[in-house]
């Protein structure tokens, strides 16, 4: 016969006793005359095996409550876990907004700064343009009253040429119409180291339109006043700006 010993040690230690228990009962019937059994060995029997079960309850109900114990605990560390797992996230959700800002402000600043960078070479480069258009306004205003100088001295130049060539001429003319007056002059000995000025006017040909005696001897003034108009005509210039200058001649007759 087999018997099944229960697992845990108080189960094992009651099962122990039974099978010595029984084994005492069993040489004990192969004796010549077999005892009569005590009358409290049922009794101890049934009250062992109560105890038996009323243990393995308990410790079932322990298991159970052990159990029990380590499903809280379990529970307790996934909730710690999963409350340091949200911790952990909401520090890496924060620590990444906070480099996201970072980044932000830092692009901000850049574009800032490049902006600005900007603008101060469009500064730099319409102060460079104003003052290259300045000074290029400047040049040319110095080089335009250099030109109108040297022009101005070149005009004076030649008008100081022309003006001596024309008094040259007019110079010329005069001699001319005093020579002319005097050969059609009639000498008187008397005349002589005495003189007349006489203002004529003549018309472009050379026509004598007036003659006016300016002062001096009367008889040289009447005499050179009469050679003049027995002229008709004077030699004069056919340019313009020598004639302005005989057409209003006054001239000295000397002999």
Known sequence: MKVKLPQSPLAKSLGLHLLILLSMVVSISFTADPLPAPAMSAPVIQ?????????????????QARAAE?????????????????????????????EAERKRQQELKQRAAEEARKKREQEEARQREAERK??????KAQLER???????????????RRSRQVLSEVEKYQ???????????????DFKGKECRLNIRLASTGLVTQVIDRGGDPALCRAARSAVLRADKLPVSSEPDVFEQLRNINLTVKL
């Open 47 to 63: 009250a062992t095996f109560i105890d038996a079960q009323a243990i393995a309850d308990r410790e079932r109900a322990e298991a």
């Open 70 to 98: 380590q499903e809280k605990q379990r529970q307790a560390d996934a909730k710690k876990r999963r409350e340091r797992e949200a911790a952990a996230k909401r520090e890496r959700e924060r620590k990444a907004k906070q």
């Open 134 to 139: 300045k000074k290029e306004a400047a040049e």
């Open 175 to 189: 001699a001319l119409i005093r020579q002319t007056i005097q050969n059609l002059l009639i000498e008187d000995p």
């Open 146 to 160: 250099l030109m109108q100088e040297q022009l101005a001295q070149e005009r004076a130049a030649q008008q100081q």
